[in-house]
Each structure stands twice: as C-alpha cells, then as structure tokens.
C-alpha cells in the first residue's frame, strides 16, 4: 500500500493538493501519530515537484511549529521536510522561479509571518532556531517573489511587517523594517496603506523612517522616484502636527516627535534630489541643444562653401 502510495504521489504530485484541505481541518487527520505519515506523503509528492512539496510544507506542517501541538520531535520532522527540500539540486532557483503556483504562493503571507518569528523570536532560542536561520533566506526569497505581482498579497505582507518593525525585539524589528521598504519598491499602494496604518502603528513608523534617513544614500535609489514618497510625507506631517498638539500620552506623544523629525529630513533630501534631478535635465538639454547648434552650424558652412 505504501509502494503504490508512493507511486502516485511522485508521478501525480498534484493529487497531495486536492486533499491538504482535509488533512489540515478534518481533526481525525491531526495529531502526532499522524505527522509522521504526512510528512512522508509530503516528501514523497516533492520527490516529483519540489513546489508541492514547499506549498504543503508551508500551509499543513509550518503551523504545527507554533500551534499547541507543537513539541520537539515535531518540530524536528517539520525542520528535515523542508531541509530535505531544499538541499534537492538547484532547489532555491527552481522554488523562486516557480514561487508563485496556479496564482497561489508557494508561500503566503501568513506562513511567512510565521516562518519570520521562529526564525527571529525574541527569547528562547535554540538549535531549531538556528536551523531556521540557516534556511530562512531562500524562503525570504520565495515568500516576497511570490507575492510580487499580487496586490492582496503584497498588503499583507507590509500590514505584518510594519507592526513586527515596533515590537521591542531589534532582530526582528530591522527584518521587518527592510521587507517595508521592500514593498515600497514594488508597489506604490503601499505607500497609501501605510497611512491608514499610520498612526495605528507609529513605533514601527518610526523605525522605518529613521532607517530611510539614516541609510538615505542606500535607499534613495531604492526609493526613486520620489513622487510617491514625497506625497506620504506631507500627509505624516500634518497627522504628527495634530498629534503633538493634541496627544498626551508622553510615549505617544515622544514617537510622533521623533517621526515628525525624522519625515522633515527625509523631505529635505527628497526635495535636494529632485533639485538636481531637475539641474541634471537641464544640463543634459543643454548639451544637447548645443551639438544640434553646432551641426547646423557646421552643415550651413559647408552649404556657403
């Protein structure tokens, strides 16, 4: 029976996903005594698609890490699934080319929220943690291409990631910060959530926007043009005038400071870039208009001669 279970799941690795539904919310497939089997059925389907083996491993097995069924040897057998995975030959290229899989990601953003805390939680950690880390970059990779391209996905990401760049946990919060600014490169819309969340999430604001000033030579390319960003920054400072005015919780009231500092030297720059950017234009026009001149010139000597 395990012989013929085999067969079919590498010759026909999509069948494992037509059941995952069933696997992870009927309760009499859960349990320990059944994690064993469902981890060899997993490996099994990866065996003929690594991408199967990633999209099972992520939505039925990666959860079990933090839930209360979690303990040692789970967590062991979900660690050596994923590490078997990716130790396959050319497996990081081929799960980040293919990481998004009939529109679904070969990662979502919940797992990935998951996937960020094990792998940089604030206390406890240990030799699972570590394994963790070894892997957690080539999933980074997978989990943000996969949702490139997909707006529901990409909001759920930064919406994540903004509030784990406030918690009180610096490892985690410079992670989150960088996947931030990340968005921010690959969607313009992020900018427009970030304001809803604005307030709502002001110390994570704050560590965002003391990373762009104080790295701003590393994040003015990533961050150009500046349109957007210049436009986000008006709206924050308005919020941050309101705020201080009225604000009297002194925390409170101190992140807004420090935001409302930190967006007025961002503005600074934006606008000094967009001074030269302009200065550039001109000289180049210039430049130009004077090689036309000097042609036209030179072709009307000619003509006279």
Known sequence: ?????????????????????????????????????????????????????????????????????????????????????????????????????????????????????????????????????????????????????????????????????????????KEAVGIVIWCFRRSTECYKQWEIIYQDNIVGSVAVLKKISDDWEVQATKLSPYGPLREILKHFMQKNKKALATETDAAHHAHFKDADKYCKIIAGRVSQGLGLSFAVLAVAVGAVGAVVLARRRKGSNMHLK
């Open 1 to 173: 029976m395990f012989v013929c279970l085999a067969m079919v799941l590498r010759l026909k690795p999509d069948a494992l996903i037509s059941v995952l539904p069933t696997l992870r919310e009927n309760i009499k497939y859960q349990g320990q005594d059944k994690l064993r089997l469902f981890t060899w059925m997993v490996a099994q389907a990866s065996v003929g698609d690594l991408s199967v083996g990633l999209y099972a491993w992520s939505r039925n097995l990666l959860p079990i890490v933090v839930g209360e069924s979690g303990n040692l040897q789970s967590m062991d057998f979900v660690l050596q699934l994923v590490e078997k995975i990716l130790s396959t030959p050319k497996a990081p290229l081929v799960l980040v080319n293919g990481a998004c899989r009939k529109g679904e990601q070969l990662i979502p953003p919940p797992a990935f929220e998951t996937l960020i805390h094990v792998t940089l939680p604030s206390s406890n950690r240990s030799k699972d943690t570590e394994r963790f880390v070894f892997i957690y970059p080539t999933l980074r990779k997978v989990a943000l291409c996969g949702s490139h391209g997909c707006k529901a996905a990409m909001q759920q990401i930064f919406s994540f990631a903004i509030k784990a760049a406030g918690e009180d946990n610096p490892e985690l919060s």
